[in-house]
């Protein structure tokens, strides 16, 4: 029996072993994490379940454990979890040695590359446009799960009829959707999908990447790979690049079909209505969400819609029905007149500048986490524009609020936790009659909690807990 290892416990990495062992092979599943931090992941009986179900699964798991290429016994193959470095020493050693080191969405491509894919990756965008595109593949009748940093895990789309405990549709799956992140890209060198979209294109994950060049070279590998490209030429730096680098791509823009630029747009915004190839879809405000960036998204969906195949009624109909995304300018509660919304996966400088750019002003912005290498410069901007007062929670807090001073800014608290800052911020609001208070950290989560989903369910209790109840 072939020997695989499954690096990381989180949900693609239970996925990959899960398969990996319905295939036939001897799975090692190991997380560096101590089993105490594992286990505080889950309720006690969660954990006792995927415990349980393992080991009727027959993989074997490690706990406080690193892998190590010193045994006799070496694996065949290793598969790693998004978060896990690519460029970590065992790992390196692995592929210097030849044993075969891949993600866990190659794996998943590798069983279900007989069915188109479509691939969504850039730094900011990605889910939003991801959930639309399979919202209207979904309206027009295709079974086309969302999957990657998005839905599923890609070897759960394997794995029906159950996997968690959830019931999936065990009818032959006609595309798949997948969110990609630069990280999953690194370790899947051979994913090609029919149609690859790239969002934007701004610094982030650079304490992995090191240089914006490298990043982006690791997005442009997937689109190099995919049939069809469609860029958003709205964003500075791909729309910069234009045909010269992308000569075949697809390009959208939301000023419309004419103007200077590098590029010729395929699908764009006239007279308020979205046009692509040339023909009319749908009217702009069939689209629930508010902003410019959720304009680009709507585009990029849509021209991946028509390259597809698909009929614009089945298009109009999908996004008018679309509720927008959880933890993105999601509309948590209204009190008072006071709108609370969830941005949680704002998680740096640029995605955080759209968010507040996207709401009313004056608004009480709640902000900080683990903080990550970026230009706050925009950033910042928008608070002095828009901010009345700013909360500053988890490990960033001081370093913002320095930040924030050198900057001329004043009007801002170091509160430290969610559970502080929501009721802080309703009597803030009620002070600078601000309509909006905004959760949009500008930050990852992991000082203070598992993701940022957790991070804004943290939110969205207390706003419902608090206010629900007055």
């Given at each position: 029996?072939?020997?695989?290892?499954?690096?990381?416990?989180?949900?693609?990495?239970?996925?990959?072993?899960?398969?990996?062992?319905?295939?036939?092979?001897?799975?090692?599943?190991?997380?560096?994490?101590?089993?105490?931090?594992?286990?505080?992941?889950?309720?006690?009986?969660?954990?006792?379940?995927?415990?349980?179900?393992?080991?009727?699964?027959?993989?074997?798991?490690?706990?406080?454990?690193?892998?190590?290429?010193?045994?006799?016994?070496?694996?065949?193959?290793?598969?790693?979890?998004?978060?896990?470095?690519?460029?970590?020493?065992?790992?390196?050693?692995?592929?210097?040695?030849?044993?075969?080191?891949?993600?866990?969405?190659?794996?998943?491509?590798?069983?279900?590359?007989?069915?188109?894919?479509?691939?969504?990756?850039?730094?900011?965008?990605?889910?939003?446009?991801?959930?639309?595109?399979?919202?209207?593949?979904?309206?027009?009748?295709?079974?086309?799960?969302?999957?990657?940093?998005?839905?599923?895990?890609?070897?759960?789309?394997?794995?029906?009829?159950?996997?968690?405990?959830?019931?999936?549709?065990?009818?032959?799956?006609?595309?798949?959707?997948?969110?990609?992140?630069?990280?999953?890209?690194?370790?899947?060198?051979?994913?090609?999908?029919?149609?690859?979209?790239?969002?934007?294109?701004?610094?982030?994950?650079?304490?992995?990447?090191?240089?914006?060049?490298?990043?982006?070279?690791?997005?442009?590998?997937?689109?190099?790979?995919?049939?069809?490209?469609?860029?958003?030429?709205?964003?500075?730096?791909?729309?910069?690049?234009?045909?010269?680098?992308?000569?075949d791509a697809y390009w959208i823009s939301i000023t419309g079909g004419q103007g200077d630029r590098n590029f010729q747009p395929w699908a764009y915004i006239q007279d308020d209505w979205v046009i692509a190839d040339s023909e009319p879809i749908l009217p702009v405000k069939s689209l629930q969400m508010v902003g410019d960036h959720n304009r680009q998204n709507l585009?990029?969906?849509?021209?991946?819609?028509?390259?597809?195949?698909?009929?614009?009624?089945?298009?109009?109909?999908?996004?008018?029905?679309?509720?927008?995304?959880?933890?993105?300018?999601?509309?948590?509660?209204?009190?008072?007149?006071?709108?609370?919304?969830?941005?949680?996966?704002?998680?740096?400088?640029?995605?955080?500048?759209?968010?507040?750019?996207?709401?009313?002003?004056?608004?009480?912005?709640?902000?900080?986490?683990?903080?990550?290498?970026?230009?706050?410069?925009?950033?910042?901007?928008?608070?002095?524009?828009?901010?009345?007062?700013?909360?500053?929670?988890?490990?960033?807090?001081?370093?913002?609020?320095?930040?924030?001073?050198?900057?001329?800014?004043?009007?801002?608290?170091?509160?430290?936790?969610?559970?502080?800052?929501?009721?802080?911020?309703?009597?803030?609001?009620?002070?600078?009659?601000?309509?909006?208070?905004?959760?949009?950290?500008?930050?990852?989560?992991?000082?203070?909690?598992?993701?940022?989903?957790?991070?804004?369910?943290?939110?969205?209790?207390?706003?419902?807990?608090?206010?629900?109840?007055?």
């Amino acid at each position: 029996m072939p020997k695989a290892d499954v690096i990381g416990l989180g949900r693609s990495g239970l996925a990959a072993a899960r398969l990996l062992r319905k295939e036939g092979w001897d799975v090692t599943l190991s997380d560096a994490a101590s089993p105490e931090r594992i286990a505080a992941r889950y309720t006690p009986e969660d954990w006792q379940h995927q415990q349980q179900q393992l080991a009727r699964d027959g993989i074997n798991l490690k706990l406080g454990y690193s892998l190590t290429l010193d045994s006799s016994d070496l694996p065949q193959l290793i598969v790693v979890s998004p978060g896990v470095p690519w460029d970590i020493p065992v790992l390196v050693a692995a592929r210097t040695q030849g044993i075969e080191t891949i993600g866990e969405i190659e794996l998943a491509w590798r069983y279900l590359q007989s069915c188109p894919w479509v691939a969504v990756t850039g730094t900011n965008g990605k889910t939003t446009t991801t959930s639309l595109i399979a919202a209207i593949f979904q309206e027009a009748g295709f079974h086309a799960p969302a999957c990657g940093n998005i839905g599923y895990a890609a070897c759960e789309l394997l794995l029906a009829p159950e996997i968690n405990g959830k019931a999936q549709e065990t009818s032959p799956i006609d595309w798949v959707i997948g969110e990609i992140s630069s990280y999953q890209i690194e370790s899947s060198k051979d994913l090609a999908p029919r149609i690859g979209v790239l969002t934007t294109l701004t610094p982030d994950h650079l304490s992995r990447h090191k240089t914006l060049e490298n990043y982006y070279d690791i997005k442009a590998s997937l689109l190099r790979r995919s049939q069809l490209q469609v860029i958003n030429g709205d964003d500075p730096y791909l729309g910069n690049l234009g045909v010269n680098y992308w000569p075949d791509a697809y390009w959208i823009s939301i000023t419309g079909g004419q103007g200077d630029r590098n590029f010729q747009p395929w699908a764009y915004i006239q007279d308020d209505w979205v046009i692509a190839d040339s023909e009319p879809i749908l009217p702009v405000k069939s689209l629930q969400m508010v902003g410019d960036h959720n304009r680009q998204n709507l585009l990029m969906a849509v021209a991946t819609a028509r390259l597809a195949g698909i009929e614009k009624n089945a298009i109009a109909s999908a996004i008018a029905k679309f509720p927008g995304v959880p933890h993105r300018l999601e509309k948590v509660i209204t009190w008072q007149g006071i709108d609370f919304i969830n941005d949680s996966k704002a998680t740096n400088y640029d995605a955080a500048q759209v968010g507040l750019a996207s709401v009313a002003a004056p608004t009480i912005l709640i902000a900080g986490g683990e903080a990550k290498a970026g230009d706050d410069t925009s950033w910042i901007e928008t608070i002095k524009l828009k901010a009345a007062v700013v909360l500053l929670i988890g490990e960033a807090a001081p370093a913002f609020a320095t930040r924030l001073k050198e900057a001329g800014y004043s009007s801002y608290e170091i509160v430290e936790t969610m559970a502080k800052a929501v009721p802080r911020a309703a009597e803030l609001a009620q002070q600078y009659n601000a309509g909006v208070v905004l959760l949009s950290p500008a930050c990852a989560s992991f000082d203070q909690y598992q993701s940022f989903e957790h991070r804004g369910d943290d939110f969205r209790r207390l706003c419902q807990q608090q206010f629900s109840t007055i």
